[in-house]
């Protein structure tokens, strides 16, 4: 899979929610509201939220695994010592390093399982992960434009997860118009990490 493919996997799945959210509006709207969401619409829209985020974590997950993928590709097909890299990490000025003793060419061990305890919606992390992988995020003008509301979209979520916040300040359109800064958002991201890819 590809940065582009990727990036419609999660759009396609963002807008499969949307509509979703879209026909439980149109429940409540009806002449005939469905009791259903007229009595548990905090829940609703409580699971809304938080499946849009769990989208976000994981779409920043596999484009950022991606890019390391393919740095790990370079790496491989140039062939650079272990050991010189170590050494120019390492007080020059040393005789002796440790770890010296295996010839071996460069490589990269880290995991997508190994990005879980690093990546999440938030921006902080988000932003310092991606520094980690040689991409400032922050230069990106569509990433600026949206950090601050998904920094909010986030914060949101993380409050009905960890404190069981109410969801009565959210309404429906709001979640439509997340989705869109998402899409937004993820598609900044994507754009970086496909022009670094094809260097």
């Not at 959210?21 to 009595?39: A, G, H, M, Y």
């Not at 003793?101 to 902080?124: P, W």
Request: aromatic letters at 8%; a negative charge.
């Amino acid at each position: 899979m590809d940065e582009q493919q990727i990036y419609e996997k999660y759009v396609d799945l963002l807008i499969s929610l949307m509509d979703i959210i879209n026909e439980s509006q149109k429940r409540l709207l009806s002449d005939n509201p469905d009791p259903l969401f007229q009595q548990h619409l905090n829940f609703f829209i409580k699971a809304y939220l938080i499946t849009m985020c769990t989208y976000l974590e994981a779409f920043l997950t596999d484009i950022a695994f991606i890019r390391i993928e393919k740095i790990a590709q370079k790496l491989q097909s140039i062939s650079i010592p272990h050991n010189i890299v170590k050494w120019s990490f390492s007080n020059l000025s040393k005789d002796k390093i440790d770890g010296l003793e295996e010839f071996k060419d460069l490589s990269i061990s880290i995991k997508k399982d190994d990005l879980n305890d690093h990546l999440s919606g938030n921006i902080d992390k988000t932003i310092n992960t991606f520094r980690k992988i040689g991409l400032n995020l922050t230069s990106i003008p569509g990433f600026a434009d949206n950090k601050d509301q998904i920094s909010s979209i986030v914060s949101k979520r993380n409050k009905i997860i960890h404190k069981n916040d109410d969801a009565s300040d959210v309404s429906m359109v709001d979640l439509i118009n997340h989705i869109n800064t998402l899409i937004k958002y993820m598609d900044s991201i994507k754009t970086i990490v496909k022009a670094e890819n094809s260097k």
